[in-house]
C-alpha cells in the first residue's frame, strides 16, 4: 500500500488522471441523481393526472347509470305491451339438481 502511495505521490500525469476519473465520476453521480429525482417527480405528476381523470370518468359514469335509472323507470306493463310483450302463463325455469361443480 504504502508503495503505491509513493508512486501516485511521485508521478504526476498518474494523479491528474486519477483526479478526472473522480471528477468524471462525481459527474456522472449528479447527473444520474437528478435523472432519478426527475423520473420520481415526474411519475407523482402522472399519478395525480391519473386521479383526476379517473374522477372524471367516475362522474361521469354516476351521471350515466341516473339517466340508465331514469330510462330504466319508464319502461311499465304498457310500454311492453305496446313493444310486443305478452303475459305468459306458464314460467319455464331451468333447474339443476346437482351443483354445477358437482356435475363436472
Known sequence: MAKIYKQVKNDYSL???I????????????VLYLFFINLGVSGIL???????QLRDLEEENQILEGKYLEE???IDLDYAYNSGY????SSMFVRR?????ASR
Do not use: E, G, H, M
Open 15 to 17: 494523479r491528474r488522471y
Open 19 to 30: 483526479f478526472y476519473i473522480l471528477f468524471i465520476l462525481i459527474v456522472a453521480d449528479a
Open 46 to 52: 402522472l399519478k395525480k393526472q391519473n386521479l383526476v
Open 72 to 74: 330504466f323507470k319508464k
Open 86 to 89: 305478452i303475459n305468459a302463463d
Open 97 to 101: 339438481t346437482a351443483p354445477l361443480a
